[in-house]
């Protein structure tokens, strides 16, 4: 009961759209297109910092004004996210992050110089914005908390009737209550931001669908502790472009953002 409870409150913010074989298919397709096409060429690194200046100007934009109409309930939410790139991380990542309170983007030079088009970066930056607009972060530190509270719960209940309640186990138990808590929702958050972030790059100006042709990039999934990056703990790649997909369906429909119930 209480474990249910915790775990409702801590779902999506926003409808994730429906995605039907039409869009498996499609997604399946362009996967395989992406993978055959082999490595790209890597941007100079003056290229990458005038498409990183380029398109972060207008996603910054775009993402600044949606995450306002969003949030729009909730006083003193902070929209104006610091927008750069991370000179020190070598890897191809993107994340979103708090640095004491200020919301903050950043995404590593290897990611922009790998990038093959104005769209894929607009889509990563965009995803990233999802995370904000989602609540990500509040949330994943809730759910840490009530997963390592049940955990730590049910062993000390179990260790007391036993007779002997034991600290060191209930401790241990809630360590890795903690650990399931926060891996529970984060493939959830993934999609949820791969819709919000699909609406604020065609807001934007640019094709989401092109855009998330990165996903076709293979990539260890690295995860990096407060962090919510791009692969995150990914869910299957055409899951995400079957979200894309569906959500860019939904754009061409005049279907809005639906509120989850
Ligand atoms: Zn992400």
Not at 9 to 24: D, M
Not at 187 to 210: C, F, H, M, N
Request: include cysteine; hydrophobic fraction near 40%.
């Amino acid at each position: 009961m209480v474990f249910a409870a915790a775990l409702s409150a801590c779902g999506t913010t926003y409808q994730l759209p429906q995605t039907g074989s039409a869009e498996n298919v499609t997604a399946k397709r362009m996967f395989a297109e992406a993978r055959a096409e082999g490595p790209r060429p890597q941007l100079s690194s003056s290229a990458a910092e005038q498409r990183f200046r380029r398109v972060s100007a207008r996603v910054g934009r775009a993402g600044t004004q949606y995450c306002q109409t969003l949030t729009a309930d909730r006083s003193g939410f902070d929209c104006n996210v610091d927008l750069a790139i991370d000179r020190k991380m070598t890897s191809r990542n993107a994340y979103f992050t708090y640095d004491g309170d200020s919301p903050i983007i950043r995404i590593s030079m290897p990611m922009l110089r790998d990038s093959a088009s104005d769209d894929e970066v607009a889509f990563i930056l965009s995803h990233e914005y999802g995370h904000l607009v989602g609540r990500h972060v509040e949330k994943q530190q809730q759910q840490q908390l009530a997963g390592a509270l049940i955990l730590g719960a049910i062993t000390a209940a179990a260790t007391s009737d036993a007779g002997n309640y034991d600290a060191g186990l209930v401790a241990a138990s809630m360590g890795i209550g903690a650990a399931a808590g926060s891996r529970a929702y984060s493939q959830t958050y993934e999609l949820e931001s791969d819709t919000l972030g699909t609406r604020i790059a065609y807001a934007a100006g640019y094709d989401p669908v092109k855009g998330a042709k990165f996903f076709a990039r293979p990539e260890q999934v690295r995860t990096t502790s407060g962090n919510l990056s791009f692969w995150g703990t990914h869910p299957p790649d055409e899951k995400r472009l079957a979200i894309v997909l569906a959500t860019v369906e939904q754009i061409n429909a005049n279907v809005g953002l639906a509120k989850a119930r």
